[in-house]
């Protein structure tokens, strides 16, 4: 339309997109978010035949429906990893196909260390809560096995240094579940998530074995040192809690700051704090 000609030339003025404008200059697309959904569904499926993907697969046929989705695995990653180094380097690299190719390669050869670990933590969910009547409940139903498990997978990619798409994928289990995790964060065996709602855990914390946290809990940091030169807050330095073995923290707690929680501790219902907690204290407030 004519008369809105004036907002098109104001919206394609350079000055005003040019920190917001992804230039697909090779003709490689942004990391699909429908692909990165499938990617999540096909680990599942895998690392939890049965309740994930195929609901009909047995044990004859279990053989085949792993075959067939760590095949479309393979393919999806390859693509998506490709598009992830290529959006993350601005030069033309004719070695990303084959980087693609030998981390979707390694990513899978994590799959039994991935399943391993997330069994871990179903049981460690099922044995905290005697609301679970057994285990098909709580991989069925529960969010917080969605979000720890999306987390291990994020957490794997990340590992192997593959960018952006561990991002996508811990933001895409955020929307799914409510429960915020970094996949920079470490975290242990046997780390339970009770309800999950609202759950907040930042890029460099790092939680022991045979951990709860209930809903609302926040593992934040504190402060931020700015840069001398810039005056903009240092990034990548540590400024999450670390949590020991053993530790139980209640809803709506808030631990901010590189403190540690010692082994065995245990921190109350909306409790706000920022300095360490000995092992086997008690925190009421």
Known sequence: MKELEHIVNLLAEEGSYASLFHRCTRGEPLPSVPDLKE????????????????????SASLRYHIGVSVERLYALLTSQIHAGLSFNCDCRDTSHPEAARDMARQFIERLPQLR??????????????????NIAEVISCYPSVRAVSSYRIA????????????RAISELAHGETGVDIH???????????DHGTGVVIGATCIIGNNVKIYQGVTL???????????????????????????????????????????????VGANVWLTHDVAPGATIYK
Do not use: Q, W
């Open 39 to 58: 990617i999540v569904k096909l680990c599942r499926s895998v690392i939890f035949p049965g309740y994930f993907g195929v609901s009909t697969t047995d």
């Open 116 to 133: 391993a670990a997330l069994a871990d933590d179903v049981r460690a969910i099922f044995d905290g809560d005697p609301a679970a009547e």
């Open 155 to 166: 957490h794997a990619l990340l590992e192997m240094g593959v960018p952006l798409i561990p």
């Open 183 to 193: 996949p920079g964060a470490t975290i242990g065996s046997r780390f339970a998530i």
């Open 220 to 266: 934040g940091a504190r402060s931020f040192p700015l840069d001398d030169a810039t005056g903009l807050p240092v990034k990548g330095i540590p400024r999450h809690p670390i949590i020991g073995d053993n530790v139980i923290i209640y809803s709506n707690a808030t631990i901010l700051g590189r403190v540690t929680i010692g082994d065995g501790a245990t």
